[in-house]
């Protein structure tokens, strides 16, 4: 599966179970890593570990298996590997915290979803 059908697979899991402020930022250019990182909050630590379920299992029903997940224990920031795409499901405070999206900045933001 192409790079830009995966992150619509993505978008539509996390838009499927609620996500808070989806952010789909194309990093192609800055790293060899990955091609996408998509982030999006929960608005519990529930919230969160069922947004990452339904990105792996939305992944996997389209052919695509999670390299690693990180953080499903702790659920504040949970971390969904599927190679071409990185998924960054936070808890509004740690996300803040981190601040991802100003790492990134330079990189361009390809548009955002389910900013309920």
């Not at 539509?12 to 609620?18: G, N, P, R, S």
């Not at 996500?19 to 909050?41: F, G, H």
């Amino acid at each position: 599966m192409q790079a830009e059908q995966l992150k619509d697979v993505v978008v539509h899991a996390l838009e499927d179970v609620k996500a808070k402020d989806v952010s789909i930022i194309d990093v192609r250019e800055r790293t060899s890593v990955t091609d996408y990182m998509i982030l999006a909050s929960g608005t519990s630590n529930r919230h969160c570990r069922s947004l990452a379920d339904s990105v792996v299992t939305e992944a996997k029903e389209n052919g695509v298996r999670a390299a690693n997940i990180e953080g499903a224990n702790v659920s504040d920031w949970i971390l969904v590997d599927l190679g071409d795409i990185v998924v960054h499901v936070m808890m509004p405070a740690t996300r803040e915290f981190y601040d991802l999206e100003r790492l990134w900045r330079d990189a361009p933001d390809v548009g955002a979803a389910g900013s309920e």
